[in-house]
Each structure stands twice: as structure tokens, then as C-alpha cells.
């Protein structure tokens, strides 16, 4: 073998490189997905947008703490739809479900638990019992439901919509109509605002985080050149690095501008029979939910690219028929991916109750076109087999910024469903144009 057969891209003796082939653009040496950065870009835009239209509020450190809290639990449960489209098939009733655990939870923590068991409201147990009753609930009513779909083959669409019926309804007998609260304490520190860090904690998650993302880099980049691979060149490596750090560092520090205001201040320290200091000022930093979701989306993104499980998953969800004919257990499958959907709507309805402080029968309501609507926006292709974990947590973080953005400029409330829509479809056709172009290459 001669050394131009080596060397990519080297020129016969006596012509230059240059003129053989041309230099890879910056984006192209870079590696970064088209699709993210469109996703990344329009997110941007939407905020440049409603920060002009707002005089500036919309981009303020309070104003980004609510954001997030408000994205997360619609966020969780999408990282799971990913799963359910990929595998062709859909699940309408995460909404209901979402109200039924947390009913579930709610009578535990308030009624059941102190009745039954006998531990007096405020008992340490109790949150953590709720929330495991709730997590059990989720997963069996998510198993039942696939095994509808993948052992009795009844379409999934037709599951799910009975699914929407019945568990709102089983929601509303569990708890007779009525409005549970308040929710224990502890159980109500992952809402949001009733459960941070801190700025200390913060900053110190921040770098561990930006630590943990570079050395996953780092090793993603030994382990190419191990199996012969090719890599991205070393500045290129450390333009995305120092962007993702970049990008840790300043939400950690646009969270940490959001300061506790004084009258709350003042109160926790009167709680505590103290007095609060002149001129002390403290942070909220980032909220419980946000590390929550953080963690789903560690996990789940794990699970799709380092686990049989995942591989299963995609595979099926691009060929059934060959995936069955393999030896995979596609049956079964159905009834895992269900289950975790399930297992999921029950870490949303944590959230979305604590961030309420009780729980109330119309919890979840249109959550099964949200979060649908941002696994869509974020890349999941309905026709399955294709989807990301981080691409619809940021479809749920556009679609919730429209919908805050709408809000504070004073649009009603049908002209922003109106919008939502459209975006929804817009995107829809955008990715069916994107993968015709890439197939026709």
C-alpha cells in the first residue's frame, strides 16, 4: 500500500493537496449535528424574540428559574415518548396517568399512610413511601397497557385513548373530586422554587458537571482512536468542550443571579428564631426538579445508547418484522417500553403536584399533546426507528418558551395553541424535508 493510499486526502506527486480536495468547513471538522444546531438556533431565536417584545424580562434570571421549572415534568415524560414512537407506537393517556399517580400519592402522604399505618402528618416516611406507591402505579398501569399492545395486538392508539378516558376518571374517584393539600413538605422541595441548591451547591454541581462532560469526551475520543476510528481534530475536540462547559457554567450562573427576595429571607430566619442580618442576600441556585431531570436524562440516554435494551428499541423500531425474525422479543418489548413510560409519568406527576403544592383533578390536562408535540419537535420521526433523548428535552424547552414568551406578551390563551400548532406541524414538515435531502445524498 502506498503512503497517498494512507493519508487522507494526499495529492500525487507534483499537485497540492488543496487542489485534489477541498478543505472541510469549520462546521463540518466540528462534527455537531445539523439538526441540533437548527433546534439550538430556533430555541435562540424564540428567546431573542420575546426578550425584544418584553423589554428585557423575558431573559431575567427569574424569569429563566421559572422556565426551567415549568419545562421539566413535560420534559421527563417526553425523554420516555421517545422510546414509545421509536417503537411506532404512541401512548395518549400519560396525561391521565399522570393525574391518577398523583392522586395516588397525594391520599398516601394525607390519608392512607397516616390512617392505615398510623405515621402522623410530617413523618419522614411519608413522601418517600408516596412517592414509591406512585412509581409502582405508574409502572403497573404502563405494563397493563403494553401488554394490551404487544401480547393482545390491539393498537396502541386505541389502548392509550381508552387510557385518557379511564385514568383521569379513576384519578377523580380516587381522591372524590376533591383538591389534596398541602403536600408534604419534603415532597413539595421537588417543585422547584420550594427546593434548591443553593449558589455554593450550585456552582459545585456546575463543575463536577462540566468535569464529567469533558472526561466523557476525552474517553469518547480514546475509544475511537482505540477501534480505529477516525476522531475530530484536537482543536475541534476543544471548541465543543469548552462550548458545552460554557454552557454549564453560565446556566449555573444565570439560576444563581435569582436571589431569595428579603420578605421570604426574613421569614425563614424568624421560623428559626433568629434574625437575618442587614444586607444578607442569599440565591436560589438550581431547583431539585431540574437535577431530576438531569438524571432522567442521563439514564434514559444511557439506556438508548449503551444498553441491549436500547439497541432493541431502535432496531424494532426500524424494521419490526426483521427485529422479530432476529430473536428479539418484540412482545415483551412493548410491555418494558410501556412500563418505563409509565415509571416516568409518575416521576412527572412528583413534580408537577410539589410545584402546585397539592394535588388538584385537572393536574396533566393536554399534558399527552405536549409532551408528544416536544418528542415531535425535538427529531422523533413517527414513522420510528429514529429519535434523541436530548432532542426532546429541548423540543419541550421551545415549546414551553413559546408558550411563556405568548403569556407575558398578552396573548390569549387560543391564539397560543393556535402558534404551538403550527410550529408543531412546521417542524414536522422541516423533518421530513431534512431526511429526504440526507437520504438523497
Known sequence: MSDTDTVPNAAPPGQRPADKAPARSFLSQLELDLRLLGMVGAFIAVCVVFNLLTDGRFLTPRNIFNLSIQTVSVAIMATGMVFIIVTRHIDLSVGALLATASAVMAMMQTRWLPDMMGLPLGHAALPWLSILAGLITGAVIGAFQGWLV????????????????????????????????????????????????????????????????????????????????????????????????????????????????????????????????????????????????????????????????????????????????????????????????????????????????????????????RVIAAAVIGGTALSGGIGTIYGAILGALIMQSLQSGMAMVGVDAPLQNIVVGTVLVAAVLIDIIYRRRVGGK
Do not use: C
Not at 459545585?204 to 480514546?222: E, K, N, Q, T, Y
Not at 476543544?238 to 428579603?262: D, K, Q, W
Open 150 to 369: 404487544g401480547y393482545l395486538t390491539i393498537p396502541a392508539f386505541i389502548v392509550t385513548l381508552g387510557g385518557l378516558l379511564i385514568w383521569r376518571n379513576v384519578g377523580w374517584y380516587i381522591t372524590s373530586g376533591q383538591t389534596i393539600g398541602p403536600l408534604d413538605e419534603t415532597f413539595q422541595a421537588f417543585g422547584g422554587i420550594n427546593g434548591t441548591l443553593g449558589a455554593q451547591w450550585s456552582w459545585i454541581f456546575g463543575l463536577v458537571a462540566a468535569a464529567a462532560a469533558v472526561l466523557a469526551l476525552i474517553s469518547a475520543r480514546r475509544n475511537k482512536i482505540g477501534h480505529g476510528f477516525p476522531v475530530k481534530p484536537v482543536w475541534a475536540e476543544a471548541v465543543v468542550m469548552a462550548i458545552i462547559v460554557g454552557a454549564i457554567l453560565g446556566f449555573v450562573a444565570i439560576l444563581n443571579a435569582y436571589e431569595i427576595p428579603s420578605r421570604v429571607l426574613a421569614r425563614d430566619f424568624a421560623a428559626r428564631g433568629a434574625e437575618m442580618p442587614e444586607g444578607f442576600t442569599a440565591s436560589y441556585g438550581i431547583p431539585y426538579s431540574v437535577l431530576l431531570l438531569i438524571a432522567v436524562a442521563v439514564v434514559m440516554t444511557v439506556i438508548a445508547r449503551k444498553t441491549r435494551l436500547g439497541r432493541y428499541i431502535f432496531a424494532t423500531g426500524g424494521n419490526p418484522d426483521a427485529a422479530e425474525l432476529s430473536g428479539i422479543n418484540t412482545r415483551l418489548l412493548t410491555v418494558k417500553v410501556f412500563s418505563i413510560m409509565g415509571i416516568l409519568v409518575a416521576i412527572s406527576a412528583v413534580v408537577a403536584s410539589a410545584r402546585l403544592t397539592n394535588h388538584s383533578n385537572d393536574i396533566g390536562t393536554l399534558d399527552e399533546l
